[in-house]
């Protein structure tokens, strides 16, 4: 029935309004009749007006849903209310030419004088489907296990990667807390985390977090690197969670750790007992009067080369004890005054042997600090030696000890390269030499200053690089005072 006496009219100042809305908007009586649509009901659907106008509203439907539709338009109308856009339902429309599209449709109640009428915005959302499923196919080819939650930390999303690492199906995780995925002992913690990203979503790339753990539905645990990232919709914020399991390569690295550490002890043992046994017959050659001075010089050169190689055996062997057991710190009341000074003189000789200049700042009192002597002198040592490869010959190495509030304050600066644009950091990495040093063919194997940084963190001091230009580097490790200690400011010039 289409006739104009079979349509129920609209009011006359509601024509205004639909044609104002961005959605195709059908409004239908008690029965089903369409009373009234806009231009983008046209539009949308290819029908000319007065081709609609009191049509059952099925002629929008596609023809396998008549039924259906009835009976949810009868049950809607013995209790009408407003339904929002987007309520979760698969729907489809159909066009006069017979072709379907997705769409979303929200619902509203007009009572009028004449009874009571059904508005119904109609939104084609073919291409947000076509979004969803290419997102839906990016999140399935994900090599990581994929977790979208929304604002409230709850699981809309995951992919097949997540019900691998996991264990859990699908539908055990939608409409889940996500600390179901969280080790128990965590997850307060991770919901107070989740609050703070929310309240500033930004991206967060893998590895920022250190040690994170998940948890499976069997309750056990893997390591995890997890990378986040804001995914704002028209529902609201989503947090998108990319989960990798990395237990592979921490057992890889905890491998080539194993294997690393067996050849630093091995070789170190091996190489330690020749070096002893060198140094000490170079002791015992030295007191033979009956040596040339040409004889006296070679030996030297054999002593220093060999102290400098034991020099490197003792790094590595430090090292090795610092993974196995941690650093061996006795600690006592000294006079670090000492420790300094009696370092600088034995980098003497090597100074002068490569034309630097040496020089030794100290106050004029002692300055006492809780710590192990032989260890802050390794620490030292290793500082200054560093100084002096990296400084030319002719160049010069100051090393000044001063008190502050900060402690004991210990100086080594050289007329060096400097460490240019390596992140200062980057220098107290096992193993690490700079792109400078191996161009220069500076010897050395990237393990000192590992090891004072270890040294001075193990007596709650600080190490880090205060200058650095193209004039030179400069040092500083401090070291807690003894408590009884006083801070005196001055200091006095030593050698040259």
């Given at each position: ?187 307060g913690m991770h919901e107070a985390f989740r609050s703070g990203y929310v309240a500033g979503p930004r991206a967060r790339p893998m590895g920022l977090a250190g040690d994170l753990y998940a948890r499976r539905k069997d309750g056990s645990e893997f390591p995890v690197e997890i990378s986040l990232a804001p995914l704002e919709t028209d529902e609201g914020l989503l947090v998108s969670a990319a989960v990798r399991d990395i ?114 700042e100290i106050p004029g009192s002692p300055v006492q600090v809780d710590a192990d002597r032989d260890r802050v002198g390794q620490a030292i040592d290793n500082v200054l030696s560093n100084a002096l490869k990296f400084t030319p010959a002719g160049g010069s190495v100051r090393v000044r000890l001063q008190v502050s509030a900060a402690g004991a304050e210990i100086e080594v600066a050289d007329s060096g390269m400097g460490i ?77």
């Open positions: 029935m289409s006739t104009d006496a079979g349509r129920r009219s609209a009011p006359s100042d509601l024509g205004g309004l639909l044609e104002a809305a961005p959605d195709a908007m059908v409004v239908i009586d008690d029965s089903g009749r369409i009373v009234l649509v806009n231009a983008q009901t046209v539009s949308v659907f290819g029908y000319a007006r007065d081709e609609l106008l009191g049509q059952p509203v099925e002629v929008l439907v596609p023809a396998a849903l008549h039924d259906l539709h009835r009976r949810h338009r009868t049950d809607y109308l013995a209790e009408p209310h407003v339904r929002s856009m987007g309520s979760g339902l698969d729907l489809r429309a159909r066009r006069k030419d017979g072709s379907e599209f997705p769409v979303e449709i929200s619902l509203a109640p007009l009572e009028t004088d004449g009874g009571i009428l059904i508005s119904a915005a109609v939104r084609d959302v073919t291409n947000k489907r076509r979004e969803e499923r290419l997102f839906r196919g990016l999140l399935e080819a994900a090599p990581d296990a994929m977790v979208i939650v929304d604002q409230g930390g709850r699981i809309v999303l995951v992919n097949a990667q997540v019900e691998n690492r996991f264990g859990y199906a699908r539908a055990e995780l939608i409409g889940q807390s996500v600390e179901i995925l969280v080790p128990e002992r965590f997850s237990s592979e390569r921490r057992q890889m690295q905890a491998e080539a750790d194993r294997i690393k550490d067996e050849f630093f002890a091995t070789v170190s043992h091996e190489l330690r007992t020749p070096l002893t046994s060198m140094l000490g017959y170079s002791e015992l050659m030295a007191d033979l009067e009956q040596l040339s001075p040409q004889g006296q010089r070679f030996l030297q050169v054999i002593t220093r080369s060999a102290e400098r190689e034991l020099r490197l055996v003792d790094d590595m062997l430090t090292l090795v004890a610092m993974d196995e057991s941690g650093l061996s710190i006795r600690a006592d009341v000294i006079d670090i005054e000492t420790v300094v000074r009696d370092a600088v003189e034995a980098a003497r000789p090597r100074a002068e042997e490569v034309d630097i200049n040496l020089t030794l240019g644009d390596v992140e200062p950091a980057r220098i107290f990495e096992r193993l690490y030499r700079s792109g400078a040093a191996i161009a220069q063919q500076v010897p050395g194997a990237g393990l000192g200053l590992t090891i004072a940084l270890a040294i001075v963190e193990a007596h709650h001091g600080t190490i880090g690089v205060v200058k650095s230009d193209v004039s030179g580097t400069t040092f500083r490790l401090t070291f807690p005072l003894a408590s009884a200690a006083p801070v005196e400011a001055g200091s006095s010039i030593v050698g040259a």
